[in-house]
């Protein structure tokens, strides 16, 4: 393929382009950036491609050793124009989802949030807007369809209601306007006067067209053909390519005298030995399950790199600010008195306050303050300073972390600095130095994504992946099934189990949660894959539910399989569903724990229609609880969990195979089942959730430790002095035995057998009859 630049400026249609200020035109059409382009020539490539998928389709990633250089450079050509799709089906969905109207105040006087609406009789319009207008997705607010915005946010809230076929989408947004201009300025008061404007959620930053430059202009390639750098020799491990055997040894820890390398176990001195042995370019990937210590591993390995190598510049990052604001943590906890730098965008700022807040000392403002740091600068750099001084409280979306961000590491150059990926690429020239670089959370960094920063950094010498190859990958949802394999869309860590340079080290101790809880999901996400994830914390250290004052189905074990089938609504809008069972089930179990633990319960939902339900609901009862879906709350934890599943029990219906998938995903079900520390109450039906075998083999090991119990179970959750039976089981109010849903579950699982053989009956028969009608035609 060959492509042809477009003019920025230019106007993209779905099959055509326009120049600027054409008066005929859709409305939709996308305004042409610097890098746009347009597929000009295309030519078969007739040579047999060796690498297919299941289907027989071609399939270009991950990249093996057995992959020639010629064969590596036409998989980033169409990894490029993967990369190229992927950015403009998103660009697409945000014009065709646009807001286009007034905005309401949502609180009188109070100018910064607002609400918006959409109205629609449109099924398929209504799912799209609520897969592009999610919460938390960044906002912008334009006067027409090509000004520049004048105001930028996110979304806080989202709220669906319907009156018979019409669907309205309520939406609590938060905006700020941007200071550049006074016409800007006046956009803003015209939008809260009341004037009609337009807003569409804006791209997060993934940065695919910078990425299929990289890769459409074969640059990893070519590094590894020209260079001689231990960039190179990096490169060259993640793309696969043999070399030297480096996956023995590592270096010697000892002369490192540091307290946080002291306290580490085994495995974790074995992934600080291999990141300190660089070697002639060293790549080490840390297996990672939930609670087994990597944080405090990157930690360390950042303390030991600066200790033995005091020029050198570390960088960590990760995809999502959480992480990075965790790592920076961590890392000032091991270094108190090194001198380092995080950069955070201003909107991160605002979004996740309570994290970054506590980070101060180490954050771009901090440092900018001092004075013997403003005496190096020039005037219009001192002006920059003050400007972004004076707007990071007041207006922190518009403060220019980048800008400000480019002359501290020119001027007072820290050795160690936090960004996430797109931040740190944003900053220009920031990672010039980087020698060594640690990525946190790899699991959701893309192979596009990481490459293109490894070529943005010609002084790399160590790379450090830490993550866990059992958890979720790369959210790549929103895109056409076609591209989520096979485009190096995928996780970084689906590349490296093909690399045979790239050295590994598995972390086993997991220091997280209540050991019951550990012994479970060890034997259900890792024992099938010879991993293994063993108690180390002892249970007396967790005892937030065993000690808490409810009732537990066995005492000490803070574990409750509640069984609850319930039906299923589904939502008009989104297609989500939720179960009214398991939702009231919910809200009594979660009001019981939170009167007893403030603040220490989240609520983890399979789906986001019951999310959205329970986060309303338990607002309206003055419980100020987190409700996340499992994606959401990924890379996080907390001492109780209320795990609601969610699942329908009407097997014959025709949407049964998709929630089955949904079921089976068992990165999905790992991180669900992973979150908790001290305890968890799982609400599901359990019938179905045998279907994932993630699922399974968790319920198997738990029914070792306690029992599946009844919706009986609420009626003595709380009970004072109530009676237990034989092997110490909870008894309900008439002392039978609430383990009695083993039998309801074999009467479900009957009737299931039975309607699910009258299923397979009737669609035998309208197959026949189709066949039958075929033929006669």
């Known amino acids: 393929m060959q492509l042809a630049k477009i003019p920025e400026g230019w106007l993209i249609g779905g099959a055509y382009i326009l120049p600027p200020g054409s008066r005929i035109r859709h409305g939709t059409e996308i305004l042409a950036k610097e890098n746009s382009h347009v597929l000009a020539i295309a030519m078969p490539h007739r040579e047999k491609w060796r690498w297919l998928a299941r289907n027989k389709t071609p399939i270009f990633f991950p990249i093996t050793p057995d992959y020639t250089i010629k064969e590596i450079k036409f998989a980033e050509n169409i990894m490029a124009g993967a990369l190229i799709a992927a950015s403009e089906i998103e660009e697409i969905a945000r014009y065709e989802t646009m807001f286009q109207g007034s905005v309401g105040l949502r609180v009188k006087g109070e100018r910064r949030n607002f609400f918006i609406a959409f109205e629609s009789t449109d099924r398929s319009y209504t799912k799209k807007i609520c897969e592009v207008w999610s919460k938390d997705t960044s906002i912008a607010a334009y006067t027409n369809l090509y000004s520049k915005a004048f105001g930028h946010g996110f979304i806080k809230e989202i709220e669906k209601k319907i009156y018979e076929d019409l669907i309205t989408i309520e939406i609590d947004i938060f905006l700020m306007p941007n200071p550049e201009t006074i016409e800007q300025e006046e956009d803003f008061e015209f939008m809260v006067e009341g004037g009609d404007v337009f807003i569409r959620t804006t791209e997060e930053g993934g940065g695919m067209r910078a990425q299929a430059n990289t890769l459409g202009f074969n640059l990893p390639s070519s590094i590894i053909e020209k260079e001689k750098s231990k960039r190179a020799e990096i490169l060259k491990a993640i793309l696969g390519r043999r070399g030297p055997d480096e996956l023995k040894g590592g270096a010697a820890l000892g002369n490192l005298d540091l307290e946080c390398t002291r306290q580490l176990n085994t495995q974790q001195k074995a992934t600080l030995a291999n990141w300190l042995d660089e070697g002639t370019g060293r790549v080490h990937y840390q297996q990672a399950p939930p609670g087994t210590g990597k944080t405090r591993v990157a930690a360390a390995c950042v303390a030991a790199a600066v200790s033995q190598k005091p020029g050198c510049a570390v960088l960590g990052t990760a995809a999502a600010n959480l992480p990075i604001s965790r790592l920076v943590e961590e890392v000032e906890r091991t270094m108190p008195d090194k001198d380092m730098v995080a950069f955070f965008s201003g909107m991160a700022k605002v979004r996740y306050n309570e994290h970054i807040a506590v980070l101060e000392k180490q954050l771009l403002a901090a440092k ?16 920059d300073v003050e400007k972004y001084l004076e707007m990071i409280d007041t207006r922190p979306r518009h403060a220019a972390e980048r800008k400000v961000g480019k002359v501290l590491q020119e001027k007072d150059f820290r050795n160690v600095a936090f960004a996430t990926i797109q931040m740190a690429l944003a900053i220009p020239g920031a990672h010039n130095s980087t020698s060594h670089l640690v990525v946190d959370e790899a699991t959701q960094v893309s192979y596009t994504s990481l490459v293109h920063l ?324």
């Open 454 to 777: 490894v070529c943005q950094m010609p002084s790399l010498v160590s790379l450090l992946l830490t993550g866990d190859l059992r958890q979720i990958g790369v959210h790549l949802k929103d895109l056409p099934d076609l591209l989520h394999t096979g485009f190096g869309l995928e996780s970084i860590t689906c590349q490296v189990e093909h690399c045979p340079r790239i050295s590994m080290t598995a972390l086993e101790m997991c220091y997280r949660a209540h050991p019951t809880l550990v012994t479970c999901f060890d034997y259900s996400s890792y024992r099938q894959h010879n991993e293994k994830v063993l108690p180390a914390i002892k249970a007396e250290d967790r005892k937030g539910l065993t000690h808490l004052g409810v009732n537990l189905p066995i005492a000490n074990i803070p574990l409750v399989l509640l069984n609850i089938c319930g039906t299923t609504q589904v939502d008009p809008a989104s297609y989500s569903v939720m179960n009214p069972e398991q939702h009231n089930a919910a809200l009594r179990i979660v009001e019981a724990l939170e009167k007893r633990d403030p603040g220490g319960v989240v609520v983890i939902c399979l789906y986001s229609y019951e999310a959205e339900c329970l986060r309303k609901e338990l607002r309206e009862m003055g419980l100020e609880v987190g409700v996340h879906t499992t994606d959401a709350f990924q890379a996080q934890e907390k001492r109780l969990v209320v795990l609601v599943t969610t699942r329908t029990q009407n097997t014959a219906a025709k949407s049964k195979p998709a929630a089955s998938e949904f079921l089976k995903d068992s990165r999905r079900a790992t991180v669900a089942l992973t979150r908790a520390q001290h305890g968890m109450v799982i609400i599901a039906d359990f019938q179905s959730l045998s279907e994932g075998e993630v699922w399974a083999r968790f319920v198997e090991e738990a029914q070792k430790h306690t029992p599946i119990v009844n919706e009986g179970y609420l009626e003595v959750m709380e009970m004072e002095d109530p009676s237990r039976g034989a092997g110490g089981i909870l008894q309900d109010r008439k002392g039978w035995s609430l383990q009695a849903v083993r039998k309801e579950i074999q009467m479900v699982e009957e009737s299931r057998r039975k309607a699910t053989e009258c299923a397979t009956v009737v669609e035998a028969v309208d197959t026949w009859r189709e066949t039958a009608d075929e033929i006669k035609w």
């Open 368 to 383: 900018v303050k001092r004075n013997e740091y403003k005496s190096k600068l020039e005037n219009p750099e001192i002006r």
